[in-house]
């Protein structure tokens, strides 16, 4: 790995002088992001890092005058041409042409591996890791709710399995709760089994919305209640009914997901843990830790909430939504009611019921929370795997709160291996027709917006699958608007920000490696060798150089917090200083070894783009 070269020739110089362990000053020698306005050294040592600030005088000394002082004990050689300080740094600059050619000969060699054979890594285990993502309700229409979940959780397996960690990829499916009896009385009402087989989701949530219209209907209330009651019995025809639901629901989710380029090692769901959920609630039971209520208890809660988007409050008790409007300034006043023998866990600290977790409803049936404690020690005792890691929106924060709580509660201390990626909302995602409910509709769009845009722009060359090609852009231009910033954090969509051809988006990414594709097919796209890197001296040239040497660093801080923003970052500085020298570089007309050293520059800058490009889960097009 070239960064790795300099950081171990820098660090052996450092660590005669600061008598430290080379390999304790690695990951303190960073890459220095490259700068518009001025010309940088290509890495620096942060003093701080390496000061032991225990006493009242080394915090009170001037970081800056110990770098100055400890710059002058440090000498130029082969490596390293010139030695620098900042504000509470030592900056080293790397001979010129050694950075070109370690740089350029260090990408073509690693190719799809450069970056992830960097020492920053070698100090990390390699693990197996559960990743459950996406996990869509069956007999729903894929919502666009569950995007984010499912280029979030492609994102942390690509990033995992690129690092040489082992990943199962889990789509845990909301298969299961009285929703389905609901479902199943709406079926034998008004289903179509021609319709069915058809079009399945679309079937289903017509007859989902025209049964709802009738659910306060108590004759609907207890036929459903029935339905359900026959499926948790296992009755032959309800089961029968339910597995067509959910067999022609994962069909239709499987071919949405080779859309979005995911895949699935394993499709589990809360089905599979009605039984193992009861076997947890026992397990809760033999150790003291299931509590049951002795007497009614009503809870009132009241509250004023302005409300400039939708809100839903999820209930605990019976897992039912109470679904409140936008724009209005509500007051709110309802009843809690925890029914006799309601089972709960007790969480709090001074074990006084001041913080719980119900997990069984009063009638002994499991709740969501149970068949996820079921589901976690099934996981673990199947695979024995390292973490497990769930990708979910924010507001189920407190849900995984409690589950890892109660897991180590339990005596399970790979609960504290368990993590929650939680993310924001997705906010004024709207077609043509009006607000998007479906994930196919916005795929639709952006394939149709990128083909309009597409045809109308001057610099579009024929393609030969110009529908596969405008899917692919569009499907970019989604996920780098949504990698864009923290995770955790709502954002605005905007459908011409996301599709700009110029700027920070997924289009452009797309535009630069195509462009940078049809250069290597111009001119030779062979592994060079013997590059004469006398010829890539340019401000512009090693600007892309040094920027090349960063990306183990952001591989490394991506994997530490599991934020894609990272990547996406360097990414587009990478996009726009390769399309600068693109402009200032030209090789069309230069003479043959000036000419086959910037091929040599470009090629390596759209291979680091391609790599980056697809551990986020987009595509690279080679025509646009």
Not at 202 to 224: G, M, P, R, S, T
Request: aromatic fraction near 8%.
């Amino acid at each position: 790995m070239a960064a790795c070269s300099f950081r171990r020739s820098i660090a052996s110089q450092l660590s005669k002088v600061l008598d430290l362990p080379p390999e304790n000053l690695i990951k303190s020698i960073s890459a220095v992001p490259v700068s518009k306005k001025r010309h940088v050294a290509d890495f620096q040592l942060s003093i701080a890092s390496v000061t032991e600030d225990s006493s009242s005088e080394s915090i009170a000394q001037d970081l800056h005058l110990q770098a100055q002082k400890l710059a002058e004990r440090l000498k130029c050689d082969a490596v390293v041409s010139e030695i620098s300080t900042g504000p509470g740094t030592v900056n080293f600059t790397i001979n010129r042409e050694l950075l070109a050619k370690t740089v350029l000969q260090q990408v073509l060699k690693d190719g799809s591996e450069y970056g992830v054979k960097s020492e920053l890594f070698s100090t990390v285990p390699r693990q197996k890791a559960v990743i459950e993502f996406s996990s869509p309700n069956i007999a729903k229409k894929f919502h666009i709710g569950h995007l984010r979940s499912t280029i979030i959780g492609n994102f942390i397996a690509n990033l995992k399995v690129a690092l040489g960690h082992e990943v199962i990829r889990m789509n845990y499916l909301g298969d299961w709760g009285m929703q389905f009896g609901l479902l199943g009385v709406g079926f034998q009402c008004f289903g179509n089994k021609e319709k069915l087989k058809s079009s399945p989701l679309q079937h289903l949530f017509e007859v989902y919305v025209q049964i709802n219209k009738e659910a306060d209907d108590e004759n609907v209330k207890k036929l459903a209640k029935d339905f359900f009651r026959k499926l948790e019995e296992h009755d032959e025809q309800t089961l029968s009914l339910w597995k067509q639901f959910r067999d022609f629901s994962i069909e239709e989710y499987i071919r949405i997901y080779k859309r979005l380029g995911v895949h699935f090692d394993e499709y589990s769901g809360e089905s599979f843990y009605q039984e193992k959920s009861q076997e947890v609630l026992k397990m809760l039971e033999d150790k003291g830790l299931l509590q049951k209520t002795v007497y009614e208890l009503v809870i009132p809660f009241i509250g004023v909430v302005y409300l400039t988007s939708q809100v839903h409050f999820k209930c605990n008790i019976d897992e039912t939504y109470l679904h409140i409007g936008s724009g209005l300034q509500l007051l709110l006043c309802f009843l809690l009611t925890y029914r006799k023998g309601t089972g709960v866990v007790d969480l709090s600290e001074k074990k006084d019921l001041s913080l719980f977790s119900t997990v069984m409803r009063s009638d002994g049936t499991s709740l969501y929370i149970t068949r996820d404690l079921a589901a976690a020690i099934d996981r673990m005792n199947k695979h024995s795997c390292d973490t497990m890691i769930y990708v979910t929106d924010k507001s189920q924060s407190n849900h995984f709160q409690h589950l890892f709580q109660i897991l180590k509660l339990m005596g399970y201390d790979w609960a504290e291996r368990c993590r929650h990626v939680s993310f924001g909302l997705v906010q004024g995602m709207k077609t043509r027709r009006g607000e998007v409910v479906f994930l196919e509709d916005v795929l639709n769009e952006v394939r149709s917006r990128m083909l309009q845009n597409m045809a109308s722009a001057k610099t579009t060359k024929e393609i030969e699958d110009p529908i596969e090609t405008a899917e692919k852009v569009g499907l970019a231009a989604l996920i780098i608007q949504d990698f864009r910033g923290l995770l955790s954090s709502d954002y605005q969509f905007s459908w011409d920000r996301a599709l700009q051809s110029r700027g920070d988006t997924g289009v452009f990414l797309q535009y630069t490696h195509a462009r940078l594709h049809s250069l290597e097919q111009m001119h030779g796209n062979e592994q060079l060798t013997d590059i004469n890197v006398a010829c890539l001296q340019e401000p512009n040239a090693i600007s892309v150089l040094q920027h090349l040497l960063r990306y183990d660093e952001v591989l490394y801080q991506s994997s530490q917090d599991l934020q894609p923003k990272h990547i996406v970052s360097y990414l587009l500085t990478l996009s726009h200083l390769a399309a600068v020298a693109h402009k200032t570089l030209p090789v069309k007309g230069s003479a043959p070894k000036v000419a086959q050293a910037r091929c040599c520059l470009f090629q390596a800058a759209r291979s680091v783009l391609a790599n980056g490009m697809k551990l986020l889960g987009i595509t690279p097009v080679t025509q646009m």
